[in-house]
C-alpha cells in the first residue's frame, strides 16, 4: 500500500493535472465592479464575504430572507444591483431564499458548476462577479426556473419605503424585535416605541430611537 513505486507516479500525475483543470476552470473575469477584498472585509458580514466572495453557502432556514415577505426588491448585497422582485419570491421549502424569474435576464450570469461531484449551474452578480447561489429548473409557472439564492448575497428595499437605506440589513437588525418590520412608520403613531429603525421624527411614542 505505501509503496507506490512507478504507480505513485502516475497517481501524483493525474493529481497534478486534476489540480491544474479545476485551478483554471475560474478563470478571473473582469466585472464592471469591482471591489478590492480589504474593502469587502470591513463592510460585509463573515457569511457576506465568505458566501459572495468564496461561493460558500449559509445555512438552510438561517438566512435573513429565508422567510422574508415584504414587497420590495433584492439587490447584490455587494455593489447594489437589482436582482428580483419580491413578486417572483416563493416557498420552495428548500430553506433559501427562492424565485423563479429575474428582474433582467442580464442582472445575472449563469455557468457550470462541477464542485461537490455534481453538475449544477451557479449564478453570480453580473455586475460584480458575486456568488449568489444556483439555478435549478424544477421551479413553478411560468418560468419553471429556481434561483436559490443565500440570503447573505441579497439587500432589500422595502417597496413603501423610499427613504429606506440601500443596506438594510443592518437597519433591520436594529428593529428586529419588534416584528413589525415596515421601514416607514408615517406620522410617528407607532404604537408602543417599537424601535424601529426608522423613527425620525421623534415624537413615537415618546421614545426616540434611532
Ligand atoms: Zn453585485
Redesign the pocket.
Known amino acids: 500500500m505505501s509503496r507506490l513505486s512507478v504507480r505513485g507516479v502516475t497517481v501524483s500525475l493525474i493529481l497534478l493535472s486534476w489540480i491544474r483543470v479545476t485551478g483554471t476552470c475560474r478563470t478571473k473575469k473582469t466585472w464592471p ?1 469591482t471591489f478590492t477584498q480589504e474593502e469587502l472585509k470591513k463592510r460585509l458580514s463573515p457569511m457576506q464575504f465568505h458566501v459572495t466572495q468564496e461561493r460558500g453557502t449559509e445555512s438552510a432556514f438561517r438566512g435573513e430572507f429565508a422567510d422574508h415577505k415584504e414587497e420590495g426588491i433584492y439587490v ?1 448585497v ?4 437589482p436582482l428580483f422582485r419580491s413578486e417572483t419570491k416563493f416557498d420552495s421549502g428548500s430553506g433559501w431564499p427562492s424565485f423563479y424569474d429575474l428582474m433582467k435576464q442580464e442582472s445575472v450570469a449563469a455557468t457550470d458548476d462541477f464542485s461537490h461531484g455534481i453538475h449544477r449551474v451557479e449564478v453570480t ?1 453580473s ?4 456568488h449568489l447561489g444556483h439555478l435549478f429548473d424544477d421551479g413553478p409557472k411560468p418560468t419553471g426556473k429556481r434561483y436559490c439564492i443565500n440570503s447573505a448575497s441579497l439587500g432589500f428595499q422595502a417597496k413603501d419605503a423610499s427613504s429606506a437605506p440601500s443596506h438594510p440589513t443592518s437597519a433591520e437588525r436594529g428593529g428586529a424585535g419588534a416584528g413589525a418590520g415596515r421601514g416607514a412608520v408615517t406620522g410617528g403613531v407607532a404604537g408602543g416605541g417599537a424601535g424601529a429603525g426608522a423613527v425620525i421624527e421623534g415624537v413615537a411614542g415618546g421614545k426616540t430611537e434611532l
Open positions: 465592479k447584490c455587494v455593489c447594489g444591483a452578480c455586475q460584480c462577479g458575486s
